[in-house]
């Protein structure tokens, strides 16, 4: 069966880090690119960063700087490092994979990040 699990989420201080995971099970890993999307509550869902297949990498403006996305095929595994945080940066971080040859997507169950004193 098809999963996304996030992990990494957690309560953190201004100006914190944290390391968020997404490890894939049953898909081409290496075919997908996979993005970290965010909802804070009342808000639309916002795009954070995505890597491709390749390795290219973008990001949002707001975090740009304080966010590297990485991915790791071998363990099916994107990361994304978080630095600086702010009170805003606060929502439900959602990992998302696209097969690049075929369209298929799915999604993780979210993992919660607060960014409070």
């Known amino acids: 069966q098809v999963q996304l699990v996030e992990s990494g989420g957690g309560l953190v201080q201004p100006g914190g880090s944290l390391n968020l995971s997404c490890v894939a099970f049953?898909?081409?890993?290496?075919?997908?690119?996979v993005a970290w999307y965010r909802q804070a509550p009342g808000k639309q869902l916002e795009l954070v960063a995505e890597i491709t297949p390749r390795g290219s990498t973008d990001y949002w403006e707001p975090v740009k700087g304080r966010a590297t996305i990485s991915r790791d095929n071998a363990k099916s595994t994107v990361h994304l490092q978080m630095n600086s945080l702010k009170p805003e940066d606060t929502a439900v971080y959602y990992c998302n994979a696209v097969d690049s040859l075929v369209g298929t997507q799915f999604w993780g169950q979210g993992t919660q990040v607060t960014v409070s004193p």
């Open positions: 049953d898909i081409t890993f290496h075919r997908y690119r």
